[in-house]
Structure formats: C-alpha cells, structure tokens
C-alpha cells in the first residue's frame, strides 16, 4: 500500500513567520509531487508541484524534494492569516496518472 | 474556462435510495478522478478515466458504486443502493493526461445519507 504522511498538526504560527510542512512517502519510484491547499469546505486547489531534486520559489512558497529520503517540504514566508488552511502533500504514482493525497496538515496563521 | 463543473452541490438522501452525482471535466483535459473526503479517511480516490475509459477502479468501495464517461465532457458516479456511511464530499477532478500538471477539483457534492 502507498503511503504518504504528513503531520496532522494544526501547525499554529504568528502572521510574518515561516511555516514549514512536511511530507515523507512510501512509493521510491515516484516522480511528480504536488502541494494543494484546501480551505474549510472548499475544494483542494493546486499551489506548487516539483519533480527534481533542490528547491522550486514561487513567491512566498517554496517546495522542497528530497528523493533518497522520499521527503517534501513546503515552506511558506512571510505567513499570513489568509494561508490559514489545510496543506495536502500528493505524490503521483510511477509510470501513472494515480496520485496519493496524504491526510494534510492544518495550518492557522495567528494576526 | 468554468473550471471542473459538479453537481448537485449538496444531496440528502434516505438509506436505499439511488443517489447520481455528475461532473463536467475542463474542456482538452482528458484524465478525469473521482475521490471521497471524510475527516476520518482523507481523500481517497475511487476510480479514474483516461481517454473515457475506465483505469483503475480499486477505490470503489463495493458493487453499489458504479461510474462512467460517456463522453469527454461528461462522468457520473452512481451508489445504488446508498447507506449512511456514503456520506462524505464526493470530489471530481480531471486533467491532461502525460505531463506533470495537477489536478482541477470540482466544488466537490456534500452527500448526506439519513
């Protein structure tokens, strides 16, 4: 069974902080990894995806991937109350079009 | 572009009954998904089309689950007959299928199971 794990939290940091997110999954294989952020009884919407090894910035948000040790991160600067939400890792299966969504993180950016 | 277009957006149903939730892909996407959140679970995907045709469907979680795609611009997922535990948000999502983009959710249906 694929995995993906992430810290449930809720994950509490002051507005102008970093917060940082992580993820860790099972499949070794895996090429395409994805960050969505989920508002309460929203739907997940897609902020970053990368697919090398190193760091991808766009704008406050920068993912991080790490395949020997099957990590992703997601880090978030300059935090504001509006990213208060939930941040689901996913991690697209190898050689397909499945992707495996872990639980999520909650985020609350206090003001 | 409307997006991924889902509905109802909200559906109460009594135990038994036969319950259709329907989905309008991105027009030129062709991988369309169908998941299930509930607090306790997650999201878990239940079944997903490519070109229209059925991939992997090891997410239904029994026989009274069935979904099609007629078309390319059309998918239904149908629980017959329903039961309180269905009751979750039921999300569709598509996108271009051979690179690595993410996916488009619908609004997602609330279904409710009394």
């Known amino acids: 069974q694929k995995e993906v794990e992430q810290n449930s939290g809720p994950l509490s940091v002051p507005e102008g902080a970093i917060a940082s997110l992580n993820c860790t999954y099972s499949d070794r294989g895996s090429q395409s990894f994805f960050w969505y952020r989920q508002y309460s009884g929203k739907s997940p919407e897609l902020i970053m995806f990368?697919?090398?090894?190193g760091d991808k910035e766009d704008g406050r948000f920068t993912a991080q991937l790490n395949k020997a040790s099957q990590y992703v991160s997601l880090l978030i600067r300059d935090s504001q109350p509006s990213d208060s939400a939930t941040y689901l890792c996913a991690v697209r299966e190898t050689g397909g079009f499945k992707t495996i969504f872990g639980a999520g993180t909650r985020l609350f950016v206090k003001a | 572009d409307a997006g991924v277009i889902q509905s109802p957006r909200h559906e109460v149903t009594e135990m038994g009954q036969e319950v259709t939730l329907r989905c309008k892909p991105i027009?030129?996407?062709?991988?369309l998904f169908w998941y299930r959140q509930t607090m306790m679970r997650g999201l878990e995907l239940l079944i997903y089309?490519?070109?229209?045709?059925?991939?992997?469907d090891s997410g239904m979680p029994e026989d009274r689950f069935s979904a099609k795609m007629p078309n390319a611009s059309f998918s239904t997922l149908k629980i017959q007959p329903s039961e309180p535990r269905d009751s979750a948000v039921y999300f569709c999502?598509?996108?271009?299928?051979?690179?690595?983009?993410?996916?488009?959710f619908g609004s997602g249906t609330r279904l409710t199971v009394v």
């Open positions: 089309f490519n070109n229209n045709v059925p991939i992997d």
């Open positions: 027009s030129g996407h062709n991988s």
């Open positions: 990368i697919y090398s090894n």
């Open positions: 999502a598509s996108t271009r299928a051979g690179a690595d983009y993410g996916y488009t």
